[in-house]
């Protein structure tokens, strides 16, 4: 079964500060991207594998752990798809996936499930550890939860990995009689690191503060629910049972579920003969 065309660089790359102690794992987001410069990055670990729908808009093979480490490399003549555990089954030997973060990764295929389904799927993280190895299951007609981290932190691309906010979830933000509603403010923040198309990216710089801005909802045509960023309205309020929905809200993509919202830029800049270009990532987290 051949691989679907195209790819979507949906990893929001993760940055942590803090030097963790020696003797204690640190947190999965800082191993994300800095594995290389962090000790004791846990191997990683598959709790499921399967066949479902919505990868990057298609259906694909779905992979949910811990442990996931990006490769900090990415396939520029192919949407910038994202490097990081390779798959080490013959099925799926390969290490691109079309949405890659710290807990999720996932890769489009068709829908065949006759080939895609009762292997064992392992993984190795470019640091060289492998996982566990499970089988990979037909999903094609659930919805298996995914793995949120519920964390405040703007570069966790994780922290509010759940579906989308339904229309009714949205008018209970609404006073009786009230045509806006305001969810909170956003501390947006941005980071940034230089990369080589060919030797991959350095550390991110510390973050830095762009905006406070507030975000909130506005009953828009046919009383439905429309997200507005800082007083602009974003269209209508994305919602899905299963896979991330985004609102674009001018430079800025926000995905808004029940209980949190997370708001993510990348910018790339143009890549130079040698190579090298610098990526600005941008985000933030609240939680309600």
Do not use: K
Not at 9 to 23: I, K, N, Q, W
Not at 93 to 108: A, E, H, K, Q
Not at 250 to 271: D, I, P
């Amino acid at each position: 079964g051949p691989l679907a065309d195209g790819a979507t660089d949906a990893a929001t790359d993760a940055h942590a500060d803090a030097s963790p102690d020696a003797a204690v794992a640190p947190p999965g987001v800082q191993c994300f991207t800095e594995w290389q410069r962090t000790p004791n990055c846990a191997a990683p670990s598959i709790t499921a594998a399967y066949l479902t729908q919505n990868c990057a808009g298609t259906t694909g093979i779905f992979v949910v752990g811990s442990g996931f480490e990006s490769a900090n490399l990415f396939d520029i003549n192919n949407g910038w798809m994202a490097h990081g555990p390779r798959a080490l089954p013959t099925q799926l030997n390969r290490d691109s996936w079309n949405v890659l973060t710290p807990t999720f990764v996932c890769i489009t295929t068709n829908a065949d499930p006759s080939y895609w389904t009762g292997w064992q799927m392992q993984v190795r993280n470019p640091d060289g550890q492998l996982s566990n190895s499970v089988t990979v299951t037909n999903q094609l007609s659930a919805r298996p939860p995914l793995p949120t981290t519920d964390s405040i932190d703007p570069f966790d691309p994780d922290a509010c990995l759940e579906g989308g906010m339904t229309q009714q979830e949205a008018l209970t933000h609404f006073a009786p009689g009230a045509s806006t509603a305001t969810i909170g403010t956003l501390a947006i923040v941005s980071h940034t690191r230089a990369c080589n198309a060919a030797t991959g990216c350095q550390a991110w710089t510390a973050p830095t503060a762009v905006s406070s801005t507030p975000i909130g909802l506005a009953i828009a045509n046919a009383g439905a629910v429309d997200l507005t960023l800082d007083g602009s309205d974003c269209g209508r309020l994305g919602a899905s049972d299963y896979t991330l929905t985004y609102n674009s809200c001018g430079a800025y993509e926000v995905h808004v579920a029940a209980h949190c919202l997370m708001l993510s830029r990348t910018q790339r800049t143009s890549v130079a003969n040698d190579g090298s270009y610098s990526q600005t990532d941008t985000g933030a987290v609240l939680r309600f």
